[in-house]
């Protein structure tokens, strides 16, 4: 199967620009899925295979769509593969999925479907380094609120050194 997205986009360049998402899936002769996520820009901009939550994600879909389970939670029965197609040629960054992390993977995403319709506010995470709309969103209003609770004067939580292990990684969030 292949799956492609094709959008117009004049985005902040003011001219028209096309944006085109390849993603295809096959299965190998050992029963292994291989879901590949084709580039044409540049690698940097992309999280790499081994972190990488959108090539987990058609993972989990395409393996739930085609029924494909492991025995155990060691089995590999994935492999996810972004391929960067360049003028030299096609670099592959990939590797292997078991069924023990395509559960904790579906676990993982069922929780924060429950957090979500229960509510909850997003939480601050290593992906709000990347994220456009971090200057609007709440999580980081908590944390502004969560740092003046701490100490009275935000400045001085800034320059003190911290308490313990959550004040420390709620400065270090905020420097």
Known sequence: MMFIGLAPSPAETGRAVAALAVTTEEERADGVLVVADWKFGR??????????CQLLFLALAFATALGIAGSSAAVVVARIELRFV????????????????LCAFA???????ERIDAGAQPKIS??????????????WDGLWLSIVEQNRHASDALLAPPTGVESARLMHFAA
């Not at 360049?86 to 992390?101: K, P």
């Open 126 to 139: 290593h992906a709000c380094g990347k994220c456009p709309s971090k200057a609007r969103c709440p999580a």
């Open 107 to 113: 676990d993982e995403l069922g929780a924060l479907a």
């Open 86 to 101: 360049g003028e030299d040629g096609v670099y592959v960054d990939g590797r292997n999925v078991t069924w023990g992390e």
């Open 43 to 52: 690698k940097d901009q992309v999280e790499p295979a081994e972190e990488n």
